[in-house]
T-cell receptor
Framework: RKEVEQDPGPFNVPEGATVAFNCTYSNSASQSFFWYRQDCRKEPKLLMSVYSSGNEDGRFTAQLNRASQYISLLIRDSKLSDSATYLCVVNPTDSWGKLQFGAGTQVVVTP | NAGVTQTPKFQVLKTGQSMTLQCAQDMNHNSMYWYRQDPGMGLRLIYYSASEGTTDKGEVPNGYNVSRLNKREFSLRLESAAPSQTSVYFC????????????????FGNGTRLTVT
């Protein structure tokens, strides 16, 4: 079983619609969580950190559910430029400096 | 600022050849990392360097060596390339020693696409 699992997608989303997807993690002791965005054939870039109480950054909302061990990302009013692969990143407290990456969820926003 | 710079961008090797991937950051970051990314898998850590003068193995270190030449530079060497090392390699850095810090996210270079035939 992978330590961080994501639905690979693709999630095909009409422009202007809302899309949401989850990421599950296996280490219940994990303390910090992130969403990274990776465009095709580019490097990952930090989209947002995920805080315990949930947080929002413009059209993006991230939630953490510790009881069920998953984080989620919701994108509202999708833009064509949101088309990318979204990587879930988890840091287990017992593995210093060794982040765990999900394989990514692909989102395709269509006109 | 250039951020994290990797060279080369592309490389094709024959089995058994050696090469060094170069990485440099100009953000005065303390920690640096080498990852590989394969289709259908998350990024996997090969080696990391918490600070100048230290290196540690990550999840998939076999077949690789690293050198933290100074605070700016962290190189990855393949001594005898194998087809299983065909991958996209990313160098990354963080300001703080602990990558878990919310104030110290990973900054990635733009990657090296390596093919071993």
């Amino acid at each position: 079983r992978k330590e961080v699992e994501q639905d690979p997608g693709p999630f095909n989303v009409p422009e202007g619609a809302t899309v949401a997807f989850n990421c599950t993690y296996s280490n219940s002791a994990s303390q910090s969580f992130f969403w990274y965005r990776q465009d095709c054939r580019k490097e990952p870039k930090l989209l947002m950190s995920v805080y315990s109480s949930g947080n929002e950054d413009g059209r993006f909302t991230a939630q953490l559910n510790r009881a069920s061990q998953y984080i989620s990302l919701l994108i509202r009013d999708s833009k064509l430029s949101d088309s990318a692969t979204y990587l879930c990143v988890v840091n287990p407290t017992d593995s210093w400096g060794k982040l765990q990456f999900g394989a990514g969820t692909q989102v395709v926003v269509t006109p | 600022n250039a951020g994290v710079t990797q060279t080369p961008k592309f490389q094709v090797l024959k089995t058994g050849q050696s090469m060094t991937l170069q990485c440099a950051q100009d953000m005065n970051h303390n920690s640096m990392y080498w990852y590989r990314q394969d289709p259908g898998m998350g990024l996997r850590l090969i080696y990391y360097s918490a600070s100048e003068g230290t290196t540690d193995k990550g999840e998939v270190p076999n077949g690789y060596n690293v050198s933290r030449l100074n605070k700016r530079e962290f190189s990855l060497r393949l001594e005898s390339a194998a087809p299983s090392q065909t991958s996209v390699y990313f160098c990354a850095s963080t300001r703080d020693r602990a990558a878990s810090s919310y104030k110290s996210p990973l900054h990635f270079g733009n990657g090296t696409r390596l093919t071993v035939t």
